[in-house]
C-alpha cells in the first residue's frame, strides 16, 4: 500500500558553520577512552590517527592555530568513518558527523578546480549507468584475459593497478544485470541504487526470487538512483541531499527494502524514508508457510558484520535467524567484527595501503577458521573480502546471506 508524503519537509541537511562544528568537538573531553576501538590508531600508534587526535586536529584547523598542511590532512582522510568510537564515547561525541562537517568545509575551501574533478569522480562512483558498465567491462576484463596479461606483466606491482586489478576481478564475479519490474500494487520496493548491476546484481536477483517465494509482489524502480552516502562522506553534502531527495521522490510512500546496510541507513535520515528496511531485517519479520523448508546445507559459514550494519542499523541478528532456518549449517560471526575491514565506501580506492592491512586483519582469522562461505551485507565489503579471498588463494566464496537462502530454496511446484 502507497501512503502519500510530504517531500517538502526536508529538502537539505543543514551544513554546519565553523562554530557548529566546534560545538561539536568541544564535546570531547579528551579522555582516551576510543583509542582501543579505533582500527587506524592500532594500526599506526599515532596521536594524529586516533578519534581524540582528530578532534583535536579540527579544533586547531578551525581555530587559525594550525594550517591544512598536507599532514594533518592525511590524518583526517585517514579516518574510516566506522564510527566505533561513537559506540564507545561516554560523552556521545556526535563523531561521524563533525568528520562529515570538516570534511565539507575542507572542499569547500579548495581550489574550484579540484572540486570540479572530485565532484565529477564522485559522481560516476555513484552513476548506475556508469557502474553498470564497469561491471560489464569487468566480465571482459576477466574473461578475455587482460587480468591475467596484468599479472604476467607485473603491472600490479604498482599500486593504484593492483587496487583496481582486484577490485575488477571481485566485480566480474558479482555483476549482474538488474531489470526494472514496474508494478503498481507491490509490497515492497527493492533499492537497486547505483552499484546494484555492478556489485549487488546477484543478491537483488535473489531476493526477488525469495520475495515472491514468500508471495511479495516486488517493484524494481526503472530509475536506479544512488543514496547519496559516498558524496556525503566526501565532502560533497549538496550533491548527496540530492541524490537522497531523488529516491524519496522514487520510494516516498512505499515500503522501501534494501541489500545494501550503508545504502538503507543514508536513506533513513529522509523523513520520507525513515522506515527503509535492509532486506534479511524485513525478511525475518515476514511470515514463512511451513510448507517452505530449505534443503540442508553441510558447509561452515562466516558472517561478517559491516559497519554501517553495526552501528547505524542495529546490528546483523535477523542474519543469523535466516541462515538458522537452513539445516546442517554451521554458522558463526567472524571474530573481531567490531572493526572495520577497511572497505568503508571510496577509502579502499583513496587509502589502498591501510584498506590492505584492515583486510589482512579479517583474512588471518579466515585462514584459521576455513569457511566455505562468508556472507555479508554490504557490497563494498563484500567487494573487498571477495577480492582479498581470491588474492590469497583462498576457495572461499563471498555472499550476501539471502543469496544462500536462495540456493536451498526447494524446487518450486
Request: net charge positive.
Amino acid at each position: 500500500m502507497n501512503t502519500p508524503v510530504n517531500l517538502s519537509a526536508a529538502r537539505s541537511t543543514p551544513r554546519l558553520s565553523n562554530q557548529d562544528l566546534l560545538r561539536l568537538a568541544d564535546q570531547c573531553v579528551k579522555c582516551g577512552l576510543c583509542l582501543p576501538h579505533c582500527p587506524t590508531y592500532a594500526k599506526t600508534r599515532h596521536e594524529g590517527d586516533s578519534p581524540r587526535g582528530r578532534i583535536a586536529l579540527v579544533q586547531g584547523w578551525l581555530t587559525g592555530q594550525l594550517d591544512m598542511t598536507p599532514g594533518l590532512a592525511a590524518h583526517l582522510d585517514g579516518c574510516l568513518l566506522c564510527r566505533a568510537c561513537e559506540s564507545a564515547c561516554p560523552s556521545l561525541v556526535a563523531y561521524g558527523r563533525l568528520l562529515d562537517g570538516a570534511r565539507t568545509q575542507r572542499v569547500a575551501e579548495t581550489p574550484a578546480w579540484r572540486r570540479f574533478w572530485t565532484g565529477r569522480r564522485l559522481g560516476a562512483l555513484s552513476n548506475a549507468r556508469v557502474m553498470d558498465a564497469l561491471g560489464r567491462w569487468a566480465s571482459v576484463y576477466v574473461g578475455a584475459g587482460l587480468a591475467r596479461l596484468v599479472e604476467i606483466a607485473r603491472l600490479i606491482r604498482f599500486r593504484s593497478i593492483a587496487t583496481h586489478h582486484r577490485l575488477l576481478g571481485a566485480l566480474a564475479v558479482t555483476a549482474r544485470p538488474v531489470a526494472a519490474h514496474q508494478i503498481d500494487d507491490a509490497d515492497l520496493d527493492l533499492f537497486v541504487g547505483c552499484s546494484g548491476a555492478s556489485a549487488q546484481g546477484e543478491a537483488i536477483a535473489a531476493t526477488r526470487i525469495l520475495c515472491e517465494r514468500l508471495g511479495l509482489r516486488v517493484r524494481i524502480a526503472s530509475d536506479a538512483v544512488c543514496c547519496g552516502a559516498m558524496q556525503r562522506h566526501n565532502g560533497f553534502p549538496e550533491a548527496a541531499d540530492r541524490a537522497r531527495e531523488q529516491c524519496a521522490h522514487v520510494h516516498g510512500g512505499r515500503p522501501l527494502v534494501g541489500v545494501s546496510s550503508a545504502c538503507i541507513a543514508e536513506l533513513r535520515e529522509h523523513p520520507a524514508l525513515t522506515q527503509a528496511q535492509e532486506v534479511c531485517d524485513y525478511l525475518d519479520r515476514r511470515s514463512w508457510p511451513e510448507t517452505l523448508v530449505l534443503a540442508p546445507l553441510r558447509q561452515r559459514v562466516l558472517v561478517h558484520e559491516p559497519c554501517s550494519h553495526r552501528r547505524l542499523l542495529g546490528g546483523n541478528a535477523a542474519v543469523h535467524r535466516l541462515l538458522a532456518r537452513i539445516p546442517d549449517l554451521e554458522v558463526a560471526p567472524m571474530p573481531d567484527n567490531d572493526r572495520c575491514c577497511g572497505a568503508a565506501g571510496t577509502y579502499l580506492l583513496q587509502q589502498p595501503a591501510m584498506a590492505a592491512a584492515l583486510l589482512d586483519d579479517k583474512l588471518h582469522h579466515i585462514r584459521d577458521l576455513k569457511p566455505d562461505i562468508i556472507v555479508t551485507t554490504n557490497p563494498g565489503c563484500a567487494l573487498h573480502l571477495l577480492a582479498g579471498v581470491r588474492e590469497s588463494g583462498l576457495d572461499i566464496e563471498v555472499r550476501h546471506p539471502v543469496e544462500l537462502i536462495v540456493r536451498q530454496l526447494p524446487s518450486s511446484t
